[in-house]
Protein backbone atom coordinates (compact mmCIF):
# COMPACT_ATOMS: atom_id res chain seq x y z
CA UNK A 1 0.00 0.00 0.00
CA UNK A 2 1.37 3.29 -1.22
CA UNK A 3 1.83 5.99 1.83
CA UNK A 4 -0.05 8.50 0.31
CA UNK A 5 -2.87 6.32 0.33
CA UNK A 6 -2.24 5.76 4.44
CA UNK A 7 -2.44 8.95 4.61
CA UNK A 8 -6.28 9.12 3.16
CA UNK A 9 -7.90 6.44 4.76
CA UNK A 10 -5.81 7.27 7.85
CA UNK A 11 -7.33 10.51 8.41
CA UNK A 12 -11.09 9.63 7.02
CA UNK A 13 -11.51 6.21 8.32
CA UNK A 14 -10.35 6.37 11.45
CA UNK A 15 -13.43 4.03 12.49
CA UNK A 16 -11.76 0.92 10.78
CA UNK A 17 -9.76 -0.95 13.01
CA UNK A 18 -7.12 -1.60 10.02
CA UNK A 19 -6.53 1.82 9.44
CA UNK A 20 -5.74 1.94 13.30
CA UNK A 21 -2.88 -1.05 13.02
CA UNK A 22 -2.12 0.81 9.79
CA UNK A 23 -1.15 3.87 11.88
CA UNK A 24 0.64 1.63 14.64
CA UNK A 25 2.79 0.41 11.81
CA UNK A 26 3.70 3.55 10.29
CA UNK A 27 4.98 5.48 13.22
CA UNK A 28 6.33 2.61 15.23
CA UNK A 29 9.00 4.22 17.40
CA UNK A 30 12.55 3.04 15.83
CA UNK A 31 13.40 2.27 19.57
CA UNK A 32 10.63 -0.28 20.71
CA UNK A 33 13.58 -3.11 20.60
CA UNK A 34 14.00 -1.17 24.01
CA UNK A 35 11.11 -3.70 25.17
CA UNK A 36 13.39 -6.70 24.28
CA UNK A 37 16.67 -5.09 25.65
CA UNK A 38 14.22 -4.32 29.33
CA UNK A 39 13.21 -7.92 29.06
CA UNK A 40 16.25 -10.04 28.38
CA UNK A 41 18.21 -8.11 31.56
CA UNK A 42 15.46 -8.27 34.18
CA UNK A 43 15.48 -12.28 32.40
CA UNK A 44 19.14 -12.27 33.27
CA UNK A 45 19.14 -10.66 36.49
CA UNK A 46 16.37 -12.96 37.89
CA UNK A 47 18.65 -15.70 37.18
CA UNK A 48 21.83 -14.27 38.22
CA UNK A 49 20.20 -13.39 42.14
CA UNK A 50 18.58 -17.14 41.97
CA UNK A 51 14.68 -16.75 40.94
CA UNK A 52 15.13 -19.22 38.82
CA UNK A 53 11.76 -19.75 37.29
CA UNK A 54 11.17 -15.95 36.43
CA UNK A 55 14.48 -16.47 33.78
CA UNK A 56 13.33 -18.81 31.77
CA UNK A 57 9.90 -17.56 31.07
CA UNK A 58 11.02 -14.34 30.32
CA UNK A 59 13.53 -15.53 27.82
CA UNK A 60 10.37 -17.46 25.87
CA UNK A 61 8.41 -14.17 26.31
CA UNK A 62 11.44 -11.76 24.88
CA UNK A 63 11.99 -14.55 22.11
CA UNK A 64 8.08 -13.52 20.93
CA UNK A 65 8.58 -10.25 21.10
CA UNK A 66 11.46 -10.30 19.60
CA UNK A 67 9.24 -11.73 16.56
CA UNK A 68 6.90 -9.69 16.94
CA UNK A 69 9.09 -6.07 16.66
CA UNK A 70 11.15 -7.97 13.79
CA UNK A 71 7.56 -8.54 11.75
CA UNK A 72 6.12 -4.78 12.74
CA UNK A 73 9.77 -3.71 11.34
CA UNK A 74 9.86 -5.25 8.25
CA UNK A 75 6.30 -4.11 7.54
CA UNK A 76 7.04 -0.67 8.03
CA UNK A 77 10.31 -1.22 5.89
CA UNK A 78 7.97 -2.38 2.86
CA UNK A 79 4.83 -0.57 3.17
CA UNK A 80 6.10 2.86 4.67
CA UNK A 81 9.74 3.19 3.70
CA UNK A 82 9.54 6.73 3.68
CA UNK A 83 8.95 7.09 7.33
CA UNK A 84 11.69 4.55 7.87
CA UNK A 85 14.18 6.44 5.82
CA UNK A 86 12.93 9.35 7.29
CA UNK A 87 13.74 8.33 11.49
CA UNK A 88 17.19 6.94 10.19
CA UNK A 89 18.45 10.96 9.55
CA UNK A 90 16.00 12.09 12.34
CA UNK A 91 18.46 13.36 15.56
CA UNK A 92 15.44 12.93 17.51
CA UNK A 93 14.29 9.20 16.25
CA UNK A 94 17.45 7.70 14.09
CA UNK A 95 19.73 6.27 17.22
CA UNK A 96 16.32 4.28 18.16
CA UNK A 97 18.05 1.95 15.39
CA UNK A 98 19.99 1.04 17.72
CA UNK A 99 17.97 -0.73 20.34
CA UNK A 100 17.66 -3.32 17.77
CA UNK A 101 21.41 -4.35 17.61
CA UNK A 102 20.84 -4.10 21.26
CA UNK A 103 17.83 -6.41 21.95
CA UNK A 104 19.69 -8.85 19.53
CA UNK A 105 22.66 -9.70 21.76
CA UNK A 106 20.99 -9.51 24.81
CA UNK A 107 18.79 -12.15 23.52
CA UNK A 108 21.34 -13.81 22.43
CA UNK A 109 22.97 -13.71 25.77
CA UNK A 110 19.74 -14.78 27.14
CA UNK A 111 20.28 -17.98 25.46
CA UNK A 112 23.47 -18.42 26.20
CA UNK A 113 23.56 -17.88 30.19
CA UNK A 114 19.90 -19.29 30.48
CA UNK A 115 19.48 -22.36 27.98
CA UNK A 116 22.89 -22.91 27.03
CA UNK A 117 21.73 -22.40 23.09
CA UNK A 118 25.28 -21.32 21.80
CA UNK A 119 23.97 -22.35 18.17
CA UNK A 120 21.14 -19.57 18.34
CA UNK A 121 23.21 -17.44 20.29
CA UNK A 122 25.70 -17.27 17.50
CA UNK A 123 23.60 -17.20 14.72
CA UNK A 124 22.03 -13.76 16.93
CA UNK A 125 25.33 -12.36 17.48
CA UNK A 126 26.30 -12.62 13.46
CA UNK A 127 22.67 -10.64 13.21
CA UNK A 128 23.89 -8.18 15.58
CA UNK A 129 27.78 -8.03 14.36
CA UNK A 130 26.26 -7.25 10.88
CA UNK A 131 23.49 -4.52 12.25
CA UNK A 132 25.73 -2.57 14.22
CA UNK A 133 28.27 -2.50 12.20
CA UNK A 134 25.48 -0.66 9.10
CA UNK A 135 23.88 1.40 11.53
CA UNK A 136 26.92 2.58 13.86
CA UNK A 137 27.89 4.27 10.50
CA UNK A 138 24.58 4.67 8.42
CA UNK A 139 22.77 6.75 11.51
CA UNK A 140 25.92 8.74 12.10
CA UNK A 141 27.00 9.80 8.02
CA UNK A 142 23.18 10.54 7.87
CA UNK A 143 22.93 13.00 10.64
CA UNK A 144 26.44 14.48 9.80
CA UNK A 145 25.29 15.20 6.08
CA UNK A 146 21.52 16.03 6.70
CA UNK A 147 21.28 20.08 5.89
CA UNK A 148 19.02 20.86 8.42
CA UNK A 149 19.94 20.40 11.92
CA UNK A 150 18.30 20.98 15.60
CA UNK A 151 19.64 23.09 18.02
CA UNK A 152 21.62 20.74 20.65
CA UNK A 153 18.78 21.06 22.91
CA UNK A 154 16.07 19.58 20.47
CA UNK A 155 18.31 17.16 18.80
CA UNK A 156 19.95 15.12 21.62
CA UNK A 157 18.44 13.07 24.40
CA UNK A 158 18.98 9.85 26.83
CA UNK A 159 18.23 7.81 23.36
CA UNK A 160 21.39 8.72 21.74
CA UNK A 161 23.58 6.57 24.51
CA UNK A 162 21.94 3.25 23.31
CA UNK A 163 24.50 3.38 20.71
CA UNK A 164 26.92 3.01 23.32
CA UNK A 165 24.68 0.04 24.90
CA UNK A 166 24.67 -1.60 21.42
CA UNK A 167 28.18 -1.12 21.33
CA UNK A 168 28.58 -3.63 24.83
CA UNK A 169 25.82 -5.94 23.87
CA UNK A 170 28.14 -6.81 21.21
CA UNK A 171 30.84 -7.29 23.12
CA UNK A 172 29.78 -9.05 25.78
CA UNK A 173 28.09 -12.01 23.87
CA UNK A 174 31.63 -12.21 21.97
CA UNK A 175 32.93 -12.74 24.98
CA UNK A 176 30.17 -15.47 26.22
CA UNK A 177 30.91 -17.79 23.39
CA UNK A 178 34.90 -17.12 22.80
CA UNK A 179 35.11 -19.93 25.07
CA UNK A 180 33.14 -22.63 23.24
CA UNK A 181 35.43 -21.32 20.13
CA UNK A 182 39.00 -23.42 19.98
CA UNK A 183 40.15 -22.61 16.70
CA UNK A 184 39.23 -18.59 17.24
CA UNK A 185 39.28 -18.04 20.48
CA UNK A 186 41.89 -15.23 21.31
CA UNK A 187 40.70 -13.60 17.86
CA UNK A 188 37.19 -13.36 19.49
CA UNK A 189 38.20 -12.14 22.76
CA UNK A 190 40.55 -9.34 21.23
CA UNK A 191 36.90 -8.02 19.28
CA UNK A 192 35.18 -8.41 22.46
CA UNK A 193 37.69 -6.12 24.13
CA UNK A 194 37.89 -3.76 21.24
CA UNK A 195 33.95 -3.31 21.65
CA UNK A 196 34.31 -2.94 25.41
CA UNK A 197 36.98 -0.11 24.78
CA UNK A 198 34.88 1.91 21.69
CA UNK A 199 31.84 1.56 23.93
CA UNK A 200 33.41 3.37 26.42
CA UNK A 201 34.93 6.18 24.17
CA UNK A 202 31.62 6.35 22.84
CA UNK A 203 30.09 6.96 26.11
CA UNK A 204 32.44 9.65 26.86
CA UNK A 205 31.77 11.60 23.82
CA UNK A 206 27.77 11.63 24.23
CA UNK A 207 27.41 12.25 27.59
CA UNK A 208 29.61 15.13 27.90
CA UNK A 209 26.87 16.63 25.07
CA UNK A 210 23.79 15.12 27.17
CA UNK A 211 25.29 16.67 30.62
CA UNK A 212 26.09 20.20 28.45
CA UNK A 213 22.16 19.91 27.14
CA UNK A 214 20.73 18.92 30.72
CA UNK A 215 23.06 21.92 32.26
CA UNK A 216 23.20 24.72 29.97
CA UNK A 217 19.69 24.99 28.41
CA UNK A 218 16.33 25.21 29.62
CA UNK A 219 14.50 21.82 30.55
CA UNK A 220 10.61 21.31 31.20
CA UNK A 221 9.46 18.65 32.52
CA UNK A 222 7.88 16.93 29.52
CA UNK A 223 11.46 17.35 27.77
CA UNK A 224 12.61 14.59 30.48
CA UNK A 225 11.98 11.42 29.75
CA UNK A 226 12.47 7.86 30.54
CA UNK A 227 15.23 7.19 28.00
CA UNK A 228 17.90 9.64 30.08
CA UNK A 229 17.80 7.39 32.43
CA UNK A 230 20.10 5.37 29.91
CA UNK A 231 22.63 8.05 31.45
CA UNK A 232 23.33 4.98 33.64
CA UNK A 233 22.27 2.14 31.89
CA UNK A 234 25.10 2.82 28.78
CA UNK A 235 27.86 2.72 31.95
CA UNK A 236 26.05 0.19 33.53
CA UNK A 237 26.36 -2.05 30.06
CA UNK A 238 29.92 -1.26 30.20
CA UNK A 239 30.86 -2.05 33.72
CA UNK A 240 29.22 -5.60 32.50
CA UNK A 241 31.22 -5.96 29.75
CA UNK A 242 34.11 -4.97 31.78
CA UNK A 243 33.26 -7.57 34.26
CA UNK A 244 32.87 -10.37 31.94
CA UNK A 245 36.50 -9.56 30.47
CA UNK A 246 37.64 -9.95 33.87
CA UNK A 247 36.17 -13.27 34.79
CA UNK A 248 37.42 -14.77 31.16
CA UNK A 249 41.11 -13.47 32.42
CA UNK A 250 41.71 -16.90 33.26
CA UNK A 251 41.27 -18.62 29.91
CA UNK A 252 42.67 -15.97 28.04
CA UNK A 253 46.61 -15.31 27.91
CA UNK A 254 45.18 -11.44 26.42
CA UNK A 255 43.04 -10.55 29.11
CA UNK A 256 44.88 -12.38 31.75
CA UNK A 257 47.45 -9.76 30.67
CA UNK A 258 45.24 -6.77 30.88
CA UNK A 259 43.11 -7.97 34.50
CA UNK A 260 44.79 -4.86 36.20
CA UNK A 261 43.42 -2.71 33.57
CA UNK A 262 40.18 -4.12 33.14
CA UNK A 263 39.35 -4.34 36.55
CA UNK A 264 40.21 -0.99 37.60
CA UNK A 265 38.13 0.69 34.27
CA UNK A 266 35.78 -1.90 35.32
CA UNK A 267 35.31 -0.15 38.98
CA UNK A 268 35.15 3.77 37.58
CA UNK A 269 32.50 2.72 35.32
CA UNK A 270 30.36 0.90 37.70
CA UNK A 271 31.52 4.04 40.10
CA UNK A 272 30.23 6.36 37.96
CA UNK A 273 26.45 4.37 36.93
CA UNK A 274 26.22 4.50 40.93
CA UNK A 275 26.62 8.32 40.72
CA UNK A 276 23.50 8.95 38.08
CA UNK A 277 20.91 6.65 39.89
CA UNK A 278 20.40 9.88 42.70
CA UNK A 279 20.36 12.63 40.32
CA UNK A 280 17.91 10.34 38.42
CA UNK A 281 15.83 9.96 41.05
CA UNK A 282 15.81 13.60 42.18
CA UNK A 283 14.59 14.47 38.33
CA UNK A 284 12.35 11.87 38.07
CA UNK A 285 10.63 13.58 41.28
CA UNK A 286 10.69 17.08 40.22
CA UNK A 287 8.80 16.43 36.77
CA UNK A 288 6.10 13.87 38.04
CA UNK A 289 5.91 14.83 42.15
CA UNK A 290 6.62 18.87 41.70
CA UNK A 291 5.71 19.59 38.05
CA UNK A 292 2.84 17.23 38.53
CA UNK A 293 3.60 15.29 34.66
CA UNK A 294 1.06 12.96 33.84
CA UNK A 295 2.25 9.29 34.10
CA UNK A 296 1.15 7.12 31.12
CA UNK A 297 2.28 4.51 28.99
CA UNK A 298 4.65 5.34 26.04
CA UNK A 299 7.76 3.17 24.57
CA UNK A 300 10.15 5.16 26.11
CA UNK A 301 9.13 3.65 29.71
CA UNK A 302 11.63 1.14 28.84
CA UNK A 303 14.50 2.60 28.35
CA UNK A 304 13.79 2.99 31.99
CA UNK A 305 13.25 -0.51 32.58
CA UNK A 306 16.27 -1.72 31.16
CA UNK A 307 18.82 0.37 33.35
CA UNK A 308 17.08 -1.20 36.92
CA UNK A 309 18.37 -4.36 35.32
CA UNK A 310 21.60 -3.75 34.14
CA UNK A 311 22.69 -2.50 37.16
CA UNK A 312 21.51 -5.17 38.94
CA UNK A 313 22.86 -7.61 36.68
CA UNK A 314 26.90 -5.86 36.33
CA UNK A 315 26.57 -5.48 40.56
CA UNK A 316 26.25 -8.99 41.15
CA UNK A 317 28.77 -10.14 38.50
CA UNK A 318 31.17 -7.47 40.24
CA UNK A 319 30.12 -8.70 43.33
CA UNK A 320 31.73 -12.18 42.17
CA UNK A 321 35.13 -10.83 41.70
CA UNK A 322 37.36 -12.02 45.04
CA UNK A 323 37.45 -8.92 47.80
CA UNK A 324 34.03 -7.51 46.50
CA UNK A 325 31.86 -9.99 47.61
CA UNK A 326 30.10 -6.97 50.14
CA UNK A 327 28.95 -5.69 46.67
CA UNK A 328 25.99 -8.99 46.67
CA UNK A 329 23.61 -7.42 48.80
CA UNK A 330 22.71 -4.59 46.44
CA UNK A 331 21.59 -6.85 43.05
CA UNK A 332 19.31 -9.17 45.66
CA UNK A 333 17.49 -5.29 46.56
CA UNK A 334 17.64 -4.07 43.48
CA UNK A 335 15.49 -6.68 41.55
CA UNK A 336 12.77 -5.78 42.82
CA UNK A 337 12.94 -2.55 41.27
CA UNK A 338 13.92 -3.35 37.86
CA UNK A 339 10.82 -6.47 38.15
CA UNK A 340 8.33 -3.68 39.49
CA UNK A 341 9.23 -1.27 36.40
CA UNK A 342 9.34 -4.06 33.98
CA UNK A 343 5.55 -5.46 35.37
CA UNK A 344 3.89 -1.85 35.26
CA UNK A 345 5.62 -0.95 32.34
CA UNK A 346 4.15 -4.26 30.85
CA UNK A 347 0.75 -3.87 32.59
CA UNK A 348 0.87 -0.60 30.61
CA UNK A 349 1.28 -2.09 27.41
CA UNK A 350 -1.25 -4.24 26.95
CA UNK A 351 -3.48 -1.51 28.47
CA UNK A 352 -2.82 0.88 25.93
CA UNK A 353 -2.94 -1.93 23.27
CA UNK A 354 -6.24 -3.31 24.68
CA UNK A 355 -7.74 0.44 24.25
CA UNK A 356 -6.08 1.03 21.10
CA UNK A 357 -8.43 -2.16 20.11
CA UNK A 358 -11.77 -1.32 21.99
CA UNK A 359 -11.49 2.08 21.03
CA UNK A 360 -9.54 3.18 17.47
CA UNK A 361 -10.87 6.62 17.36
CA UNK A 362 -9.68 7.90 20.55
CA UNK A 363 -6.10 8.11 19.34
CA UNK A 364 -3.05 6.73 17.69
CA UNK A 365 -1.64 3.68 19.10
CA UNK A 366 1.25 4.67 21.55
CA UNK A 367 3.97 3.15 19.14
Known amino acids: MQESQYNETASGGGKNPSNTI ?11 FAMVMATGIVSIASHVVGLP ?28 PAHFLSDLSSHARGVGYFTVVAGTCILGSQYVILSEAYGVA ?8 AL ?17 KPSLAEGINGTWLVSIVSTQGVAILSDL ?37 LLFFPLVPEAFTSPYWINMGAVAISTLAGAVLFEHGSVSPLLHTLKPFILGFTIFLWATATWWIPLLLALGAWRYLVMRVKLAYTPEHWGMVFP ?34 WSLTFAGLLKSLAEGMIYPTAGKCST
Open 22 to 32: RTAVAELSPAY
Open 308 to 341: LGMYTTCTAHLAMIPGMDFLSIIPHYFIYFALLA
Open 122 to 129: AGLLCLGV
Open 177 to 213: LAPGFTSYREELFFFSLCMFLTGVMLYIIVIVLISYR
Open 132 to 148: WAILIYLVFAALVVRPE
Open 53 to 80: YLGPFLLWLNTLLYIILWILTVARMVFF
